[in-house]
């Protein structure tokens, strides 16, 4: 949840199943092995090895984690204009097109003036999944928006500027 809301792809992230084993091993070892404590001493010191099992996972969490929150939300800001579609993210539209930001406002999108807004949701809401949210007809947006940039990018209604180039 965290390297989505701060604009990580969730596919580029790492996997976690050690961590997923470590802790799920660890956790069955350690209820086995209580529940064993009870009549046979020899369970104690396998108990003990199972939080060190279950702790070795949470410590994998913790670093992915963190090197997670360390990253930078990947956007096509760096690379130049972006292609307006429905998986094109909010924020991708509004870094490259600030005009855009007006037209949302008209549309109802009202949580596109709040910073905070921007850096954590804009990031991992495509335009069509904020069209659902807001009950907006995602092909009347998107040819609003089109016509929007198409005038920014040198007046043709029917061009989209990628990459710099008309």
């Given at each position: 949840?965290?390297p989505?809301?701060?604009?990580?792809?969730?596919?580029?992230?790492?996997?976690l199943?050690?961590?997923?084993?470590?802790?799920?091993?660890?956790?069955?070892?350690?209820?086995?092995f209580?529940?064993?404590?009870?009549?046979q001493k020899w369970?104690?010191?396998?108990?003990?090895?199972?939080?060190?099992?279950?702790?070795?996972?949470?410590?994998?969490?913790?670093?992915?984690?963190?090197?997670?929150?360390g990253?930078?939300a990947?956007?096509?800001?760096a690379?130049?204009?972006v292609?307006?579609?429905?998986?094109?993210?909010v924020?991708e539209?509004?870094?490259n097109?600030?005009?855009?930001?007006?037209?949302?406002?008209?549309?109802?999108?009202s949580?596109?003036?709040?910073?905070?807004?921007?850096?954590?949701?804009?990031?991992?809401?495509?335009?069509e999944?904020a069209?659902?949210?807001?009950?907006?007809?995602?092909a009347?947006?998107q040819?609003?928006l089109?016509?929007?940039?198409?005038?920014?990018?040198?007046?043709?209604?029917?061009?989209?500027?990628?990459?710099?180039?008309?």
């Open positions: 949840m965290v989505i809301l701060g604009g990580l792809d969730p596919r580029r992230l790492s996997s199943r050690a961590t997923f084993w470590l802790v799920n091993v660890g956790n069955s070892m350690r209820v086995v209580q529940i064993l404590t009870d009549t369970a104690f010191p396998l108990m003990g090895i199972s939080a060190w099992v279950e702790v070795t996972g949470l410590i994998l969490w913790a670093i992915d984690l963190w090197r997670a929150m990253r930078r990947e956007t096509a800001g690379s130049g204009r292609a307006i579609g429905p998986r094109t993210k924020f539209v509004i870094e097109y600030s005009e855009t930001v007006a037209l949302f406002r008209q549309f109802g999108f949580l596109i003036d709040n910073p905070m807004a921007q850096r954590i949701f804009a990031r991992s809401v495509s335009l999944q069209c659902r949210l807001r009950h907006v007809d995602f009347t947006f040819a609003a089109n016509k929007l940039v198409g005038k920014s990018c040198g007046g043709r209604d029917d061009l989209i500027q990628l990459g710099g180039h008309v």
